[in-house]
């Protein structure tokens, strides 16, 4: 019997690191939320924790995640491509790392086909509202993350979020900083669009403040229709973010 007073939440990519900060602080808020993710391996799920609520899914594969999204309130999209190094370099000769995608695993079939299946299927199940994670530097078709692999991410990446903003499902696009794996909550968070962010001293955000935002976005409607930059000033200055309703009135960009 599913508890009317709860909102039941997928996080998906909740193998990755930041989609395991999402997955666990659903868990921790138990009172207000069931919390569900998908992952890609039954090793992914067995690491954090191989609990019934962990579903296994192929998000290239509309069928194989419609068990995960049937009966959610919301969805939480934190899958990605992952670029992988080349054997053989070594940092010692200096030089640039090359990358690659494995085979079926480029950003074209998993940030795009890959997030379209996801959005598809909640519109498909009623899903109220999907919070979409991004990366900053989609308006520069020559950033440098395209080059990587050759896989054009960004590119695939914005692609996914028009499709979403499209969609007419309530959404809350998040472009994120560059992700550091450091304590949440300490920081005072900056909102923005366009890149101008990433023109200044502080383009980078915390992994466990980004996990925070999806699951504040889902707390107020001033969250919903929006598309914003997210990054952080440095620990120490300013005043931790606190009032997140706050946070999302200053956000003005639907896309």
């Known amino acids: 019997m599913a508890d009317l007073n709860k909102s039941t939440v997928l996080v998906t990519g909740a193998g990755g690191r930041t989609g395991q900060i999402v997955y666990k602080k659903l868990k921790e808020r138990s009172e207000q939320y069931v919390g569900r993710g998908l992952v890609r391996t039954q090793e992914s799920k067995e690491k954090i924790g191989g609990a019934d609520d962990l579903y296994i899914g192929d998000i290239r ?13 919301a969805l939480i999209i934190l899958t990605s491509a992952v670029p992988k190094m080349k054997p053989g ?20 079939q998993v940030d795009w ?21 991004g990366s900053m530097g989609g308006t520069d ?3 440098p993350l395209n080059r990587l692999g050759n896989g054009n991410i960004l590119v695939w990446k ?4 028009q499709y979403l903003a499209d969609s007419g499902i309530p959404y809350t696009i998040i472009r994120a900083g560059g992700l550091q794996d450091t304590e949440g909550g ?9 890149d101008e962010l990433l023109k200044t001293e502080t383009r980078t955000i915390a992994r466990a403040d980004v ?19 997210l990054a952080s000033k440095p620990e120490g200055t ?8 706050a946070l999302f009135s200053q956000i003005t960009t639907r896309f």
């Open 211 to 229: 996990a925070e935002v999806c699951i504040q976005a889902l707390n107020f409607e001033e969250a919903k229709f929006k598309a914003f930059d």
């Open 61 to 73: 594969t509309a069928e194989s995640i419609a068990p995960a999204i049937q009966g959610i309130d």
């Open 158 to 161: 914005r692609k996914a979020e």
């Open 89 to 108: 370099f070594d940092p010692a000769k200096g030089g640039r790392p090359e990358f690659y995608f494995e085979d079926g695993a480029y950003p074209e």
């Open 186 to 194: 300490v920081r005072e968070l900056l909102v923005g669009k366009d």
């Open 238 to 245: 300013g005043t931790p973010t606190t009032d997140f309703k």
């Open 141 to 143: 078709a020559n950033h």
């Open 113 to 133: 086909t890959g997030q379209k299946n996801q959005i598809d299927a909640a519109n498909a199940a009623g899903v109220k509202q999907i919070v979409l994670v």
